[in-house]
């Protein structure tokens, strides 16, 4: 059975939030960041405010 979602600082750049979600969904890290930056990009804020809140609540 999986474990919960998790950061990964051994992979972090920042808080590890994208390295996590990427071994928690299977996904390599570079796409997953590739993702999240191409999401900011095209002007939804939404990303980098989920980002922030899972840094700050995910063990």
């Known amino acids: 059975m999986k474990q919960g979602f998790r950061k990964n600082r051994r992979d972090a750049m920042l808080f590890g939030v994208c390295a996590g979600m990427a071994d928690h969904f299977g996904f390599d890290v570079l796409w997953t960041r590739v993702a999240f930056v191409a999401l900011t990009l095209l002007g939804f804020g939404l990303p980098v405010l989920l980002y922030l ?4 609540l995910a063990p």
């Not at 809140?53 to 700050?56: E, K, L």
């Open 53 to 56: 809140t899972v840094a700050i």
